[in-house]
């Protein structure tokens, strides 16, 4: 590796952004507003998803190898070629799906701030042009895009860290908190509730994405896991919980911004203001990250045959800027599809698409790192995340998991098309070349 090489390469810090900016998007700031109906549900849900997301987290940070070859290749050692293939296909057709509705939320936060952009029209367009200015950012190489996340990181946890000292502030004064949803506490209210937190929390396997981006992998790319994960759970609970002290069950529910509105009813419009400015660096921070995955993944694909070799190509740094393009390119499409009143569905789709199709990266992971042998007390915890996996599947629905598995299918048969053409290019090859001259 040349000295050049080396300084492009992703240290700690901006590996663990990446997984903090990749955890913390635009889901858990508008959560509360799904939460709110489950009342004490919501509060146990956190605890399960926490606990649960920690034990995937695990299960991944085990199969981090010194080469940092990324996710596909960890995969692929212990369950073969073709899991490896279709979880980070999955893992791909998310992180671009995800990247609209990042964006799209970036842009509507920042309408809220400049009421003159709320139209629908020019939410779109600033939308786009946040993908395409991401875009930009990131054919700069990984080094750019680890900045830009550790300065969105600083910024975005300002609201949550808010919140929660609100709360601690009407504990301190003797204030009595707002009472929670009467909701029944059941298996069917918690496993609903948990498949809502469970989504804020996906975005720690963000540090698995890069190959051959990060320095000493080994050890950096565990570490990030780990403590950008447990952080983030934290940090969730107790602020998630907060808004749900802080404001009544029914304005939390009809809140277009419910950590903005706790902020405000505490230190007034121009603090909510500021929160809501910190939802949109949030956003825009997940995005940041979400368009960098996205061209690794399709790298790590392209440069196994199983996606076009254009994709495989890549910068003097080793950024694969075609793909980055392509995946921005389809979310910009996604975006432009969300103009119309009839796809007022199609976001909705996003979020169930991303959260089933990164549950399935979550069970290869979890099944190839107990492939590996551990030890009673590590199987023991693997185990855990993949009976949280089958509990978080259940808790999804059966139209999200229909959905997840036609998305397993579809790219499938892309790879077999693709193994098929590249098994044909030799013999065209040759079919097309001149005939040697005769003696």
Do not use: C, H
Request: charged share 10%.
């Amino acid at each position: 590796m040349t000295v050049q090489t080396e300084k492009q390469l992703l240290g700690p810090w901006m590996t663990s952004a990446l997984v903090v900016g990749g955890m913390i998007g635009a889901g858990i700031f508008m959560l509360p507003v799904s939460l709110a109906p489950y009342g004490a549900n919501a509060i146990i849900a956190w605890v399960i998803s926490s606990l649960g997301a920690l034990s995937l987290a695990y299960s991944l940070a085990r199969l981090a190898r010194r080469d940092g070859l990324g996710i596909q290749a960890y995969i692929e050692r212990e369950l073969g070629p073709t899991i490896g293939f279709i979880v980070t296909w999955a893992f791909w057709v998310s992180a671009w799906a995800s990247n609209a509705a990042l964006a799209i939320a970036a842009a509507a936060g920042l309408a809220r701030i400049v009421p003159s952009l709320a139209g629908s029209s020019s939410i779109a367009w600033v939308a786009i042009s946040l993908i395409a200015f991401l875009a930009i950012i990131n054919a700069m190489g990984a080094r750019t895009t680890g900045r830009l996340a550790i300065l969105t990181v600083a910024i975005k946890i300002l609201p949550l860290f808010a919140v929660i000292l609100i709360m601690g502030g009407k504990r301190v004064a003797g204030s009595p908190f707002e009472p929670l949803a009467a909701l029944p506490l059941n298996f069917d209210n918690i496993a609903a509730a948990t498949a809502l937190t469970l989504f804020a929390l996906l975005g720690f396997e963000t540090a698995t994405a890069p190959v051959d981006k990060v320095r000493n992998p080994g050890r950096t790319i565990p570490l990030a896991i780990m403590a950008g994960t447990a952080f983030v759970a934290i940090l969730y609970l107790f602020s998630s919980t907060a808004v749900l002290l802080i404001l009544p069950a029914g304005a939390v529910a009809a809140s277009v911004a419910p950590f903005a509105d706790a902020v405000g009813s505490a230190w007034g419009e121009q603090a909510a203001l500021l929160a809501a400015f910190g939802m949109v660096v949030s956003a825009f921070g997940a995005l940041n990250g979400g368009v960098m995955i996205a061209g690794e993944l399709s790298y790590s694909m392209a440069s196994r045959g199983d996606l076009p070799a254009l994709l495989a190509k890549t910068t003097r740094s080793g950024t694969p800027v075609l793909g980055q393009l392509i995946a921005a390119g389809i979310a910009i499409i996604l975006v432009m599809l969300n103009m119309g009143r009839d796809t007022a569905g199609l976001f909705t789709f996003v979020i169930l698409l991303t959260t089933s199709a990164t549950l399935w990266l979550y069970l290869a992971g979890a099944v190839a790192a107990l492939k590996q042998r551990p030890s009673p007390g590590v199987a023991s915890v693997v185990i855990v995340g993949i009976a949280f996996t089958a509990f978080a599947f259940y808790g999804v629905g059966r139209e999200a998991n229909l959905w997840g598995l036609t998305l397993l299918a579809a790219g499938f048969a892309i790879r077999t098309g693709m193994r098929a053409l590249n098994s044909r290019a030799p013999i065209l090859a040759a079919a097309r070349a001149p005939a040697a001259p005769r003696e």
